[in-house]
């Protein structure tokens, strides 16, 4: 069984800056990439970055140049650090994993989500 654990949201004044981190846990052989989702109210799921094991990282372009994704590999964990936040970043953020677990297959996995607040 593979879970995902994020830690890191919060409540931040625009302008500032918030860490995420994502870990994954559990029976598996490999990851081939992690990244984050965000959902603002009464908006569609959208992607903010995803980055695989190689490091070949992919960001939305509301968020290039604020955010940067990386891994650990040896922790199988994801890190999010976002930069100069602003009010359109409040959403709630989860984390999502491609891993191969035992036979061979490749399975997509959700984290619970964190919730991001950008506001003074």
């Known amino acids: 069984q593979v879970q995902l654990v994020e830690s890191g949201g919060g409540l931040v004044q625009p302008g500032g800056s918030l860490r995420l981190s994502c870990a994954a846990s559990g029976s598996f052989f490999s990851i081939y990439t992690m990244g984050w989702y965000r959902q603002a109210p009464g908006k569609q799921r959208e992607l903010v970055a995803t980055?695989?094991?190689?490091?070949?990282?992919n960001y939305a372009d509301s968020v290039k140049g604020r955010f940067t994704n990386s891994m650990d590999n040896a922790k199988n964990t994801v890190y999010l650090q976002m930069n100069s936040l602003k009010p359109e970043d409040t959403a709630v953020y989860s984390c999502?994993?491609?891993?191969?677990?035992?036979?061979?297959?490749?399975?997509?996995?959700w984290g619970q989500g964190t919730q991001v607040t950008v506001s003074s």
């Open positions: 999502r994993a491609a891993i191969r677990v035992s036979g061979g297959s490749v399975i997509d996995y």
């Open positions: 980055i695989t094991s190689g490091g070949i990282t």
